[in-house]
T-cell receptor, first 114, second 112 residues
Framework: AQSVTQLGSHVSVSEGALVLLRCNYSSSVPPYLFWYVQYPNQGLQLLLKYTSAATLVKGINGFEAEFKKSETSFHLTKPSAHMSDAAEYFCAVSPKAAGNKLTFGGGTRVLVKP | DTAVSQTPKYLVTQMGNDKSIKCEQNLGHDTMYWYKQDSKKFLKIMFSYNNKELIINETVPNRFSPKSPDKAHLNLHINSLELGDSAVYFC???????????FGPGTRLTVL
């Protein structure tokens, strides 16, 4: 069984400040890991993914995440927040197997203060 | 040229009614999914189809019946709607040998 925990349901950052969203996973097999972003009233858009290549993964919009097996973590960061980063962010895990269902964390809402 | 589309975008209905949500993808993918996002934004998989065959059924009430007429379509029919069915339903698709799912815009279902 797989599970994902996102620490903090809400994160508030100032424009230009570091964005750090925490994600820890539990998986009995090596997983794929994903970060998705959901803007208000929209679907989910893939930010980045880890699929057992480089442990530091760069995504769209200046985001990156680092896979740390020893800590079972896949935290998402962005050096400088922009107003347009205000959204809901979801960490997800899937097994490297047929079907590949995604198991999502509870989401973290990011608020960006001017 | 929308990749994954869903209709309708909004659906408001009374308890006890039967309704359907449609999903179409023009990406040539062979695997499609339905996810439910509840009022607290929690996302959970409901079903998955690969080449029109059901491969995942996550203990969803049998009032929910997915149907895949072809690889490009996965519809969701819901019988006897209940208040607790109110949610946003997302369709997603991917190629079975790959890792990334592409999501539709969602259908917001409100049961009164």
């Amino acid at each position: 069984a797989q599970s994902v925990t996102q620490l903090g349901s809400h994160v508030s950052v100032s424009e230009g400040a570091l964005v750090l969203l925490r994600c820890n996973y539990s998986s009995s097999v090596p997983p794929y890991l994903f970060w998705y972003v959901q803007y208000p009233n929209q679907g989910l858009q893939l930010l980045l993914k880890y699929t057992s290549a480089a442990t530091l993964v760069k995504g769209i919009n200046g985001f990156e995440a680092e896979f740390k097996k020893s800590e079972t973590s896949f935290h998402l960061t962005k050096p400088s927040a922009h107003m347009s980063d205000a959204a809901e962010y979801f960490c997800a895990v899937s097994p490297k197997a047929a079907g590949n269902k995604l198991t999502f964390g509870g989401g973290t809402r990011v608020l960006v203060k001017p | 040229d929308t990749a994954v589309s869903q209709t309708p975008k909004y659906l408001v209905t009374q308890m006890g009614n039967d309704k359907s949500i449609k999903c179409e993808q023009n990406l040539g993918h062979d695997t499609m999914y339905w996810y439910k996002q509840d009022s607290k934004k929690f996302l959970k998989i409901m079903f998955s189809y690969n080449n029109k065959e059901l491969i995942i059924n996550e203990t969803v009430p049998n009032r929910f019946s997915p149907k895949s007429p072809d690889k490009a379509h996965l519809n969701l029919h819901i019988n006897s709607l209940e208040l607790g069915d109110s949610a946003v339903y997302f369709c997603a698709s991917k190629v079975s040998a790959t890792d990334t799912q592409y999501f539709g815009p969602g259908t917001r279902l409100t049961v009164l």
